[in-house]
């Protein structure tokens, strides 16, 4: 079945550790996105990319990085200069090639815990 | 900047009856959509249903229904006969810049349907 991979779904990390979170796809989807989530703060958009070697940043991108190497993945990872970690990251991807409105797809999520 | 608003960060319901979720945007784009998420306890984000802002017809997907009032910028949703399995935390959010646009997220509804 077709659906997008997150892993870890729980991950602890220690204060000054760098951790990058995994998310595949194969949707065939051209279109990537990293999303924070924190209680009473809705999803908030940390990058995206909508093509292979390119990415840009989106809303709270201090503190994260990202890369594009192949079109089904896309990693995040968390650096010791974001400063407050611990949240819910959701990953989503989406077609951008068809009439669809654009929808996006998610994965599961993955928990970050710093200790 | 386009925003979107949820007013009514949680909401109860009880089994069988419909229940009325509020959301209002701001934007001066005239071509663009409008999207329900739902995110369940197990965290997996789905679509719920969507809405083209070119079409006067509200869209309606078996118990979920929109009321899509393009002048007042209101995008609310109807779920009716509620059953236990609409227990989730729902998401507003907008898409403009045509089908490329980035999705902007409202910070959430959390519904409880109670037996």
């Known amino acids: 079945d077709g659906g997008i991979t997150q892993s870890p779904k729980y991950l602890f990390r220690k204060e000054g550790q760098n951790v990058t979170l995994s998310c595949e796809q194969n949707?065939?989807?051209?279109?990537m996105y990293w999303y924070r989530q924190d209680p009473g703060q809705g999803l908030r958009l940390i990058y995206y990319?909508?093509?292979?070697?390119?990415?840009q940043k989106g809303d709270i991108a201090e503190g994260y990085s990202v890369s594009r190497e192949k079109k089904e993945s896309f990693p995040l990872t968390v650096t010791s200069a974001q400063k407050n970690p611990t949240a819910f990251y959701l990953c989503a991807s989406r077609d951008l090639r068809t009439a669809n409105t654009g929808e996006l797809f998610f994965g599961e999520g993955s928990r970050l815990t710093v200790l | 900047a386009q925003t979107v608003t949820q007013s009514q960060p949680e909401m109860s319901v009880q089994e069988a009856e419909t229940v009325t979720l509020s959301c209002t945007y701001d934007?001066?784009?005239?071509?663009?959509?409008l999207f329900w998420y739902k995110q369940p306890p197990s965290r997996q984000m789905i679509l719920v249903i969507r809405q083209e802002a070119y079409k006067q017809q509200n869209a309606t997907e078996n118990r979920f229904s929109v009321n899509f009032q393009k002048a007042a910028k209101s995008f609310s949703l109807k779920i009716s006969d509620s059953q236990l399995g609409d227990t989730a935390m729902y998401f507003c959010a907008f898409s403009g810049g045509g089908s490329q646009g980035n999705l902007i997220f409202g910070k959430g509804t959390k519904l409880s349907v109670k037996p």
């Open positions: 934007t001066s784009e005239n071509n663009y959509y």
């Open positions: 990319s909508q093509i292979v070697n390119d990415f």
């Open positions: 949707l065939n989807h051209d279109a």
